[in-house]
């Protein structure tokens, strides 16, 4: 078992009224487990703003019947095949193809990629997911 440090802390009642319906909301029955998850979801961040090796889902929405679009994108790609680790894509409907890209790398590679997909004109939008390679969150 891992080593443990038992936490006692004060909240004001409203703020606490909040945590217990933010916990109902998300199912989290367990008062640690919750505490463990922001505190997770903020280092993520913290590693993220902090230009470290991170994970992310790049997803584009594009209009497949733009001209020559598809191989654009695909050479941007290649490109950055060091950061690409998969691409899944579906044709959402007649004229709309919907790509979400896998990546691994530094948060700002990520964002750069991210911003010239999203240039290419026909790409209406482009996202950035934040994710974590796991390290430094156990
Ligand atoms: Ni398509």
Redesign the pocket.
């Known amino acids: 078992m891992a080593d443990l440090e038992r936490l006692t802390f004060t909240i004001e009642r409203p703020l606490y009224r909040r945590m217990q319906q933010l916990m109902q909301k998300t199912r989290c029955r367990n008062r640690s487990e919750f505490i463990r998850d922001l505190l997770r979801a903020r280092l993520v961040e913290e590693h993220w703003e902090a230009d470290e090796e991170a994970l992310g889902t790049i997803t584009l929405l594009y209009n497949?019947e733009k001209r020559d679009l598809s191989r654009k994108l695909t050479d941007v790609q290649h490109h950055h095949h060091d950061e690409v680790l998969a691409t899944t894509?579906?044709?959402?409907d007649r004229h709309t193809?919907a790509e979400m890209i896998m990546v691994r790398g530094r948060a700002k590679v990520i964002e750069d990629l991210a911003q010239a997909l999203g240039q290419e004109k026909g790409v209406l939008h482009a996202s950035v997911a934040i994710g974590s390679t796991g390290r430094r969150l156990a």
């Open positions: 497949h894509h579906v044709h959402l193809c």
